[in-house]
């Protein structure tokens, strides 16, 4: 993997864990040395020139940058940096769900393992980021309210989207794909009933 998008990949999906919530009880940290990310490589959805011009203009790094709950880097508008980029947001800044659909599968070949992996992921992200609008327009306006004058403001909306949809296609990754190591094993067995996100707890 790209190590400019390796790095953004990763601190995406980190996010997650300020995103969603409501994992059961049973779905407590795992004690494991293995990074669930090298169970699975998924393939490169997003241009990777896009991603890195969006990196470089809103940079994610840990240790530079501004945090967002949990202590996580906020990643919202190098996110938007991309939805605009690749045309996933249109001139109004709504999300047209077909430039939507095009853009991550268009990299995928006809016969891709991952081409239903990843519509089934667009689909059921779309449908929880529109169940979320009213939140994500509340923080944009919250935002407003509270960042200093000439900070750019940018819409969670878009961070969302682009963590669900990777994160979702690495828990439904193909199981001829999968890495069966024994930690692997667990991480699997562990996403059946659990979110990707109580992984990275």
Not at 8 to 15: I, K, P, R, W
Not at 48 to 62: A, H, L, N, R, Y
Not at 85 to 112: A, C, H
Not at 185 to 198: E, G, H, Q, V, Y
Request: proline share 5%; with cysteine.
């Amino acid at each position: 993997m790209n190590s400019i998008f390796g790095k953004v990949f990763l601190v995406l999906c980190s996010t997650l864990l300020v995103t969603v919530t409501g994992a059961p009880n049973s779905c407590g940290k795992l004690d494991l040395k293995t990074d669930p990310f090298t169970c699975c490589t998924i393939p490169k959805l997003l241009d990777v020139t896009i991603v890195s011009s969006c990196f470089e203009k809103f940079p994610i790094d840990k240790d530079s940058m501004d945090k967002g709950a949990s202590n996580m880097p906020k990643t919202e508008c190098m996110s938007e940096c991309i939805l605009n980029s690749t045309g996933i947001y249109n001139r109004r800044g709504d999300v047209d769900e077909k430039k939507l659909n095009s853009v991550f599968t268009d990299s995928l070949p006809t016969n891709s393992p991952w081409l239903n992996v990843v519509r089934k992921a667009i689909k059921e992200c779309t449908a929880k980021s529109n169940k979320k609008d009213k939140e994500f327009q509340k923080d944009v306006a919250d935002q407003k309210k509270t960042t200093p004058k000439g900070t750019q403001v940018c819409n969670p909306e878009a961070s969302f989207l682009v963590d669900c949809i990777h994160t979702t296609v690495f828990s439904d990754c193909p199981t001829n794909l999968r890495s069966t190591t024994s930690e692997c094993d667990t991480i699997w067995n562990f996403l059946k009933n659990c979110p990707f996100s109580a992984l990275r707890q």
